[in-house]
């Protein structure tokens, strides 16, 4: 089924309307990028065809659109999403990659667009459950102050760890908020950042929720905050939350895949999330304490399970299946022992082994197959008790008391989703992967933990596209893929091989409108090819006192923490004073005393790593000055890159100009973008890496930059 004329030319006048409305409302120009973009959207969307109930027919569902800095590309999507999605009856759902972009689209950009727009239409923003403090848990803290966890209020007392008089009082502080209507329980509006481990005690996930079984369900900050999006017609969220709702099937959290038209902003993140969502990776001793830990709270259940018949005789079929996995693990730890496995290489403190071509030896295959058989059994039985649990709660049989029961059903929950993400690793361990198929990654990392050496064995795919075409764009009704980052190199084909995309999609990449000639790039006598770190250290020690103008707000960008503190450590005092190093205290605390000196009249000089190359917003005086110190080559020797590489240079390609060059190229762009935010900004970019001029990829690189002023 295809829209008719009329139709199509409604919507057609339905988007005009809005575009026009908004540059009247905000006392906006038109810019030329941002109507070739709605047009691209716009045009796209209108030419998917439907069957009679409203899917999508064909092959082609996604929009990719590079729009540089500057194009306006939130008004852009909204402007060309919003009346096609409300037209066909779909979802809009807006998906990013950082939470800073999340608000803004949130409590500025939605907002102006309903009110300037003149459009009727609800949004609301969408966040998983670990985002939210869990009544019932915090009420268990509170309750039991022996246990920071209140799953091991269930477990021996010797497990039990004190809460401090600092949790304590955070604990009841939050309890306090929330009944005087002060706080809505959401992480993120909590005064001050809230640290994982005082956080973890008083959230749940999806298996660890009893849902409107819950005696706080009413009250619950999650469930009252998701009451609106079955109504809302544009749901904003995040990556993650889309990837671990397509992980549950899709429809679980967001609206279904087929009901949705998404917008990727920030979409150059897509696929490395993706690869994180299917990561699975356990420790030897952490799994065999969790085994410990899981029997000790079955036998507590036992204790005070009164119902006789089913949950007596599971409580005692888990334990046996929790003896025959300890074993298995005892005899997995004996095999990795081995001289076989001897970690290759070092980083971070971690000693690594990986799989060549992710092929396992059949001993470990053998014991991985073990492990999942035994881990499908405990699977059966936890889920059969968490089944018996939750007929206690429904107040269809007796057993328990009404809040030990609600409280069981929590960890019965939590014990089967822990054991289903065990079992996923053993998979992938006691598999053959196709032939002609990208192999998975698959490494053991060894941890020096305070009692010895912890042994983990981890699993990750390798590129995402199958994943991404199978659980997504097979899927989805229609999404747009945007960024100001997504060419590499001039070329759409990395986003493309990493995500799956179809080479047929419809693609657009618009310049910036910004004038990029206003500013300059240099690559001056003094830079060096990178060598030896040492030599390169003392080359930067000498070269940056004579780029950098104390006067001035400057970016300093680095690849490797070891060098960015070693060149700190060996400039002089007066030097030292004016730098503001990364890892000194917060990202946030170190952007807000960089721009209080601006203000102050004062200079200041920002010392970063990759974190500072994307995302940071220093507009105008803020920043004038971008020195790169070093090309961001990707050096493949983490177990994911190393594994993609090799499967390249297998197949007879090669994965420095396939892989490395690309990567360097988006980097590269990203990091002299932190110069220009406004169309106002002007300043200059230092490259102390000869590299840039002399190497023919140098040249690949300095060619897909935007257009400054080269003086080389």
Not at 8 to 36: C, E, F, H, M, N
Not at 50 to 77: F, W
Not at 227 to 251: K, P, R
Not at 419 to 441: H, N, R, T
Request: glycine residues 6%.
């Amino acid at each position: 089924m295809d829209l008719c004329v009329t139709q199509s030319d409604q919507i057609k006048t339905a988007i005009q309307t809005l575009y026009r409305d908004l540059l009247v409302g905000l006392a906006l120009k038109p810019r030329w990028g941002q109507k070739q973009m709605i047009a691209t959207i716009a045009n796209h969307l209108l030419a998917i065809r439907q069957d009679d109930d409203g899917s999508r027919l064909g092959e082609n569902p996604a929009c990719i659109v590079e729009a540089g800095t500057g194009t306006g590309k939130t008004m852009a999507y909204v402007v060309a999403c919003l009346p096609v999605a409300q037209a066909m009856g779909k979802k809009l759902v807006i998906s990013t990659a950082t939470i800073a972009l999340q608000e803004q689209i949130m409590a500025q950009d939605l907002p102006a667009i309903k009110a300037q727009g003149k459009v009727d239409f609800t949004y609301q923003l969408a966040k998983g459950r670990r985002r939210y403090v869990c009544l019932s848990r915090l009420g268990s803290v509170l309750a039991q102050h022996d246990a920071v966890d209140p799953n091991q209020a269930l477990f021996a007392d010797e497990l039990a760890v004190q809460l401090d008089s600092d949790q304590q009082t955070l604990y009841q502080t939050m309890l306090q908020m929330l009944d005087d209507g002060d706080w809505d329980g959401d992480r993120d509006a909590w005064q001050e950042a809230l640290p994982e481990a005082h956080w973890r005690p008083v959230t749940t996930d999806h298996r660890g929720c009893t849902n409107r079984r819950c005696t706080h369900f009413n009250e619950c900050p999650f469930f009252q905050a998701r009451a609106g999006l079955e109504q809302a017609e544009c749901i904003v969220t995040n990556h993650d939350l889309v990837l671990a709702d397509l992980q549950l099937g899709g429809g679980a959290i967001l609206p279904a895949p087929e009901e949705v038209i998404y917008v990727f902003d920030e979409g150059h993140h897509l696929a490395d999330k993706t690869l994180r969502q299917f990561t699975h990776q356990q420790g030897v001793r952490q799994l065999l304490r969790w085994y410990s830990q899981v029997r000790t709270g079955v036998k507590r259940f036992a204790k005070d399970w009164q119902g006789g018949g089913q949950g007596a005789g599971l409580s005692v079929n888990i334990q046996a299946h929790l003896q025959e996995l300890e074993a298995a693990m005892v005899e997995l730890e004996r095999l990795l022992e081995q001289p076989a496995f001897k970690a290759q290489d070092d980083y971070q403190q971690v000693a690594s082994f990986r799989f060549t071509n992710g092929v396992v030896p059949d001993a470990l295959r053998t014991q991985a197959t073990q492990l999942s058989l035994l881990t499908k059994r405990l699977i059966r039985d936890l889920d059969s008790l968490y089944e018996v649990v939750e007929g206690v709660v429904k107040g269809e049989q007796q057993g328990l008391e009404a809040s030990l029961a609600e409280a069981y059903l929590a960890v019965t929950g939590a014990w089967a989703q822990n054991s289903l993400s065990q079992d996923l690793l053993w998979q992938s361990y006691a598999s053959i992967d196709e032939v002609g198929e990208a192999p998975m990654a698959r490494w053991i990392q060894h941890w020096q933990t305070p009692e010895r050496v912890d042994i983990e064995l981890a699993s990750s795919p390798i590129l995402a596209n199958k994943l991404l075409q199978q659980n997504l764009w097979q899927r989805c009704f229609a999404a747009l893929i945007t960024s100001a980052t997504l060419l590499a190199v001039g070329r759409f084909d990395q986003l493309l091989m990493h995500t799956g995309l179809s080479k047929n999609s419809s693609m657009l990449a618009l310049a910036s409108p910004f004038d990029y000639s206003a500013s300059s790039l240099t690559v001056p006598e003094d830079a060096v090819e990178p060598g030896p770190e040492e030599r390169f250290v003392q080359a930067l020690v000498s070269a940056l006192p004579k780029h950098l103008d104390m006067s001035e707000a400057s970016l300093v960008l680095f690849t490797s923490r070891r060098v960015m503190q070693q060149v700190f450590s060996n400039l002089s005092s007066r030097w030292q004073d004016v730098i503001l190093q990364q890892g000194d205290s917060s990202k946030q605390r170190l952007l807000e005393q960089h721009r209080q000196r601006i203000d102050d009249g004062e200079g200041s000089i920002l010392f970063g790593l990759a974190s500072f190359a994307e995302g940071i917003d220093l507009p105008g005086a803020y920043l004038t000055h971008v020195v790169i110190t070093r090309l961001p080559f990707t050096v493949p020797d983490r177990p994911v890159p190393a594994a993609l590489a090799e499967w390249i240079e297998a197949g007879g390609g090669n994965a420095f100009t396939q892989l490395s060059v690309p990567e360097a190229s988006v980097r590269l762009i990203q990091a002299t973008g932190r110069l220009l935010r406004n169309e106002d900004d002007k300043g200059r970019i230092t490259v102390l890496d000869k590299r840039l001029i002399s190497k023919r990829y140098g040249k690949q690189l300095l060619q897909a930059l935007p257009p400054y002023q080269h003086l080389l």
